[in-house]
């Protein structure tokens, strides 16, 4: 059974940092791209960032410069380190794992207050 949890979301000032964290279990995590998406209330859902199996990462133009994504194999583990953040980044951030099919996590909300 394939599981991807999201962790720490939450409040914060804009201007301020977060770290999301995807635990994922039933997966070959090395061979999967794993990423964000994000899905602001009212608005379609988005592509945050993604991370290749061999690292290489890519960003919505929206958070280039702000936010970073990492993985951490050894852990099963993706991150997505946000700065600078805004009261547009305010959404439910939903992990993603991609290889041959779409695995989604239940999403973790992030509010950031003007």
């Known amino acids: 059974q394939v599981q991807l949890v999201e962790s720490g979301g939450g409040l914060v000032q804009a201007g301020g940092s977060l770290r999301l964290s995807c635990r994922a279990s039933?997966?070959?995590?090395?061979?999967?791209?794993m990423g964000w998406y994000r899905q602001a209330p009212g608005k379609q859902r988005e592509l945050v960032a993604i991370?290749?199996?061999?690292?290489?990462?890519n960003y919505a133009d929206s958070v280039k410069g702000r936010f970073i994504i990492s993985r951490d194999n050894a852990n099963n583990t993706v991150y997505l380190q946000m700065n600078s953040l805004k009261p547009e980044d305010t959404a439910v951030y939903y992990c993603?794992?991609?290889?041959?099919?779409?695995?989604w996590g239940e999403g973790t909300l992030v509010t950031v207050s003007s």
């Open positions: 039933g997966i070959i995590f090395s061979d999967n791209a």
């Open positions: 993603y794992a991609r290889r041959v099919r779409v695995y």
């Open positions: 991370i290749g199996s061999g690292g290489t990462s």
